[in-house]
């Protein structure tokens, strides 16, 4: 398949640019039926003995201002640590960025040691204190790029489970999440797991045009727990339904497991592309954000859902849904 098949029109009046307060206060479309419901209904919609899987990643504040060896000023982005002095780095501009350019930034110094490559680099760092204990202090939360309106605090981009500090952006599904709505979730008989994977910026990034499968997935990091792969054993041996919240947990899941479904506990990293033709082995229904056209999200996306898929955006959009990841979400029930 093209990635034109995947193209749509969103309107940039659909695109969130404010957090909606309270967090739980978003609206959610239930897919099955096309119900315009709101978030705050899925203790509804869920079912007494569902496992509701999160990612409990936190974002890195990886965004730092650094000046050349020639005076100049860059922006970068540390999206992935590859060693203990290695990172993959967003730096922009790129023009006039080669290896060997000496970058510093407080405490920081870097060498470019990659040519860049549609403006990511990889930068050797040189330091005597931890890169990510300096970015507590010298860095800034990245926020999408086309989110242009301003938050109150940067923890409005983290969720609540957030615990693992590693992610260049946030796993957005769970944003909506709330303690208040996780208690009323917990009395209807559902339990909660946890997962994480580091989610790095490649996951947004537009696909070229021309066929789908020529597109390179770069690696993520992601680790299952034991309880979590127990958790999920116990879900499907009662018949009950495995919720992933997000697409970052669809991808640690359906990764982690078996051809018999069964999830592996354990740490590695993912290079999943969930195109047409995938049949999850996992996961029994999805909650999502919508998804910015031409990217591997949409194609996931249109993946479980099926053709119908363009109907559904075309209702979001008609119905003044907000996209992307300070929008609104959808609850997808998944035929295995």
């Known amino acids: 398949m093209d990635t034109a098949s ?141 989110f242009h309106g301003a938050l109150k605090d940067d923890e409005r981009y983290q ?47 537009p696909m070229d045009d021309g066929p789908i499968t020529n597109h390179e997935m770069h690696r993520e990091r992601y680790t299952v727990p034991q309880a979590t792969a127990a958790a999920i054993a116990e879900t499907r041996r009662r018949g009950s339904r495995v919720v992933a919240v997000g697409t970052t947990v669809v991808r640690t899941l359906e990764t982690a497991a078996h051809a018999d479904g069964i999830v592996r506990a354990g740490s590695g990293s993912t290079e999943l592309f969930i195109s047409p033709g995938y049949r999850p082995r996992v996961i029994d229904a999805v909650i999502t954000n919508f998804h910015a056209p031409r990217t591997t999200l949409i194609v996931m996306i249109a993946t479980l859902i099926g053709p119908a898929w363009r109907q559904v955006y075309d209702h979001a959009i008609e119905s003044d849904y907000r996209f992307l990841s300070f929008g609104d979400a959808m609850f997808i029930e998944v035929d295995q």
Do not use: C
């Open 6 to 146: 995947f193209d749509y029109d969103l309107p940039d009046g659909s695109i969130a640019q404010e957090a909606i307060e309270p967090r739980d206060a978003a609206r959610l479309l239930v897919v099955k039926g096309m119900e315009d419901r709101a978030f705050l209904d899925l203790p509804q919609i869920l079912e007494p003995g569902d496992l509701v899987v999160v990612n409990n990643t936190r974002v890195r504040p990886a965004r730092i201002h650094a000046l050349k060896d020639t005076g100049g000023r860059v922006e970068l982005l540390l999206t992935k640590r590859i060693s203990e002095t290695e990172w993959e780095s967003m730096v922009r501009p790129a023009r006039r960025i080669r290896v060997g350019t000496s970058l510093v930034a407080g405490p920081l110094q870097m060498t470019v040691a990659t040519e860049p490559d549609r403006g990511i680099v990889t930068l050797h760092i040189e330091s005597d204190e931890s890169v990510d204990e300096i970015l507590e202090t010298l860095g800034e939360i990245p926020l999408p790029p086309y």
């Open 159 to 205: 969720t609540m489970f957030a615990t693992t500090t590693g992610s260049a952006a946030a796993p957005t599904a769970a944003l909506h999440f709330t303690p208040g709505l996780v208690e009323a979730i917990g009395e209807r008989g559902v339990q909660f797991a946890e997962v994480d994977l580091e989610v790095g910026l490649d996951t947004f990034r």
